[in-house]
């Protein structure tokens, strides 16, 4: 195995990452700016910042099928073009609407890079590197909204909301020559029945052992014996059983509330005390730094702890902040003591979907379909996640009005204990496991929480 080789694959692939929490966090700081150019009501303005999540699910649903059909790889080439034509559109438009269509369009593409990546990024990676190979996807994410927090403030005295939006290019160019040089997916080429092209593929990246590049092209070969792939298959037995794993991780990773600190810190931060903007702006700083370096912590231990241990250690860490900090609200008191135990409790909660919803929820939906079917399925559980986000996004602000601060992070806590057990009963530990193993564990008839288990024969790694 080329060890060096698969490091520059994931990271070519991360740079997708990047551009996914770029464009995303970008606006937070850019709206304010755009908000007086073009005179924006509190709808366009709504609109504008929402646009984003509207395209993302349109690029989910649409590429799918594109997806199993034209390859990993080529739509990630396809995907980089998009993000320049989208980024460049943003960046130049002198209307309203020429605005709106190009963040739509950087949304189509950030829809799909959020699963296209780590779906190609697993299917290169030896299973016993898999979780961290995958996770560098979510650790480009968090170090994309970084980049982007700083950025905007290094163009917000000037007030150039053009150059924060323009900035994204340079990721999105550097993704399109990377992606030109990389093999495509062996596991993808078989699917195709471009059997000669796959074993090439393989030997390139697991080195020229030509036995167990053979064996290895066998067993993905018997995973392609079963049915072929359609709407129909996927929610039919024994497939559906990915999909609600998946489909349901996709849904909580956004109702326990990620995007209402992502999106709405500052606002968070004035609630509890931090009146200024600046030192709201400069503590939801330290939100995106500690962010970065819990991510990089939990790289080398979702093959090592496994993902169950993961989830269910981060998932109990948010549920005791979002605890917290529902408390904290409903207390209502003033003062150092309240900013400090909300920083504290954000805190808390980001290192806790560090270490499992955030790396792993994209990581088990790259994983957990066949192969005849794994574009189609990770297309329709990124579609439940972008609809969900944008569910949060859009009621969050409300739910505050409605029902206070409190209420709101006492949904998600409730929803994060949900979370918990639904991980507990359902999701399966699949370190260390080929995902032909998965795939044959699927078809054996085994329960969704076996399915990571070691086949009596387990296929070489
Ligand atoms: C989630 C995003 C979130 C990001 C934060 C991703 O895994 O899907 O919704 O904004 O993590 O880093």
């Given at each position: 195995?080329?060890?060096?080789?698969?490091?520059?694959?994931?990271?070519?692939?991360?740079?997708?990452?990047?551009?996914f929490?770029?464009?995303?966090?970008?606006?937070?700081g850019?709206?304010l700016?755009?908000?007086?150019?073009?005179?924006?009501?509190?709808?366009?303005?709504?609109?504008?910042?929402?646009?984003?999540?509207?395209?993302?699910?349109?690029?989910?649903?649409?590429?799918?099928?594109?997806?199993?059909?034209?390859?990993?790889?080529?739509?990630?080439?396809?995907?980089?073009i998009?993000?320049?034509?989208?980024?460049?559109?943003?960046?130049?438009?002198?209307h309203?609407?020429?605005?709106?269509?190009?963040?739509?369009?950087?949304?189509?593409?950030?829809?799909?890079?959020?699963?296209?990546?780590?779906?190609?990024?697993?299917?290169?990676?030896?299973?016993?590197?898999?979780?961290?190979?995958?996770?560098?996807?979510?650790?480009?994410?968090?170090?994309?909204?970084?980049?982007?927090?700083?950025?905007?403030?290094?163009f917000a005295?000037?007030?150039?909301?053009r150059?924060?939006?323009?900035?994204?290019?340079?990721?999105?160019?550097?993704?399109?020559?990377?992606?030109?040089?990389?093999?495509?997916?062996?596991?993808?080429?078989?699917?195709?029945?471009?059997?000669?092209?796959?074993?090439?593929?393989?030997?390139?990246?697991?080195?020229?052992?030509?036995?167990?590049?053979?064996?290895?092209?066998q067993?993905?070969?018997?995973?392609?014996q079963?049915?072929?792939?359609?709407?129909?298959?996927?929610?039919?037995?024994?497939?559906?059983?990915?999909?609600?794993?998946?489909?349901?991780?996709?849904?909580?990773?956004?109702?326990?509330?990620?995007?209402?600190?992502?999106?709405?810190?500052?606002?968070?931060?004035?609630?509890?005390?931090?009146?200024?903007?600046?030192?709201?702006?400069?503590?939801?700083?330290?939100?995106?730094?500690?962010?970065?370096?819990?991510?990089?912590?939990?790289?080398?231990?979702?093959?090592?702890?496994?993902?169950?241990?993961?989830?269910?250690?981060?998932?109990?860490?948010?549920?005791?902040?979002?605890?917290l900090?529902?408390?904290?609200?409903?207390?209502?008191?003033?003062?150092?003591?309240?900013?400090?135990?909300?920083?504290?409790?954000m805190?808390?909660?980001?290192?806790?979907?560090?270490?499992?919803?955030?790396?792993?929820?994209?990581?088990?939906?790259?994983?957990?379909?066949?192969?005849?079917?794994?574009?189609?399925?990770?297309?329709?559980?990124?579609?439940?996640?972008?609809?969900?986000?944008?569910?949060?996004?859009?009621?969050?602000?409300?739910?505050?009005?409605?029902?206070?601060?409190?209420?709101?992070?006492?949904?998600?806590?409730?929803?994060?204990?949900?979370?918990?057990?639904?991980?507990?009963l359902?999701?399966?530990?699949?370190?260390?496991?080929?995902?032909?193993d998965?795939?044959?564990?699927?078809?054996?008839?085994k329960?969704?929480?076996?399915l990571g288990?070691?086949?009596?024969n387990?296929?070489?790694?």
């Amino acid at each position: 195995m080329k060890k060096n080789f698969f490091i520059v694959v994931a990271l070519i692939a991360a740079l997708s990452g990047i551009l996914f929490g770029y464009d995303t966090g970008v606006i937070s700081g850019a709206i304010l700016f755009i908000k007086d150019e073009f005179a924006l009501s509190p709808q366009l303005n709504g609109l504008v910042v929402s646009a984003v999540l509207f395209g993302a699910l349109l690029g989910a649903i649409i590429s799918g099928r594109l997806t199993d059909r034209f390859g990993r790889k080529n739509l990630l080439i396809v995907d980089a073009i998009i993000f320049i034509i989208g980024t460049l559109g943003s960046s130049l438009a002198t209307h309203l609407s020429a605005l709106i269509i190009s963040r739509v369009v950087v949304g189509i593409a950030i829809g799909i890079a959020s699963y296209i990546a780590p779906l190609y990024i697993s299917e290169i990676a030896p299973a016993k590197y898999r979780g961290a190979m995958v996770s560098l996807n979510q650790l480009a994410i968090t170090l994309g909204i970084l980049l982007s927090y700083i950025v905007d403030t290094v163009f917000a005295e000037s007030q150039a909301w053009r150059w924060m939006l323009g900035m994204g290019i340079a990721p999105a160019i550097f993704l399109l020559i990377g992606m030109i040089f990389l093999p495509y997916s062996p596991r993808w080429l078989m699917s195709r029945g471009r059997e000669a092209e796959a074993l090439q593929a393989l030997k390139k990246i697991n080195g020229q052992d030509n036995r167990a590049c053979l064996e290895q092209l066998q067993l993905i070969k018997n995973s392609l014996q079963q049915q072929r792939g359609n709407w129909r298959t996927l929610f039919s037995a024994p497939i559906c059983t990915t999909l609600f794993i998946a489909g349901g991780l996709a849904f909580l990773q956004q109702v326990t509330g990620i995007n209402t600190i992502i999106y709405y810190a500052p606002t968070i931060f004035q609630m509890a005390g931090f009146h200024s903007a600046t030192a709201a702006i400069s503590t939801t700083m330290i939100v995106g730094v500690a962010f970065v370096l819990f991510t990089i912590l939990a790289l080398p231990l979702v093959d090592s702890l496994g993902r169950r241990f993961l989830l269910l250690t981060g998932l109990a860490a948010m549920c005791l902040s979002l605890g917290l900090l529902s408390w904290t609200f409903h207390l209502q008191h003033p003062g150092d003591a309240l900013k400090q135990l909300t920083l504290i409790s954000m805190l808390v909660f980001i290192a806790g979907f560090a270490i499992s919803l955030g790396p792993i929820v994209w990581l088990m939906i790259a994983e957990i379909f066949p192969l005849k079917i794994r574009g189609l399925g990770a297309s329709m559980a990124t579609c439940i996640n972008w609809s969900s986000n944008w569910l949060v996004a859009a009621t969050f602000l409300s739910l505050i009005s409605w029902i206070g601060a409190s209420g709101a992070f006492f949904i998600y806590f409730a929803l994060s204990i949900f979370a918990i057990v639904f991980v507990y009963l359902w999701v399966p530990e699949t370190k260390g496991c080929t995902l032909e193993d998965i795939e044959a564990n699927l078809y054996a008839g085994k329960p969704a929480r076996r399915l990571g288990e070691k086949p009596t024969n387990p296929s070489p790694v």
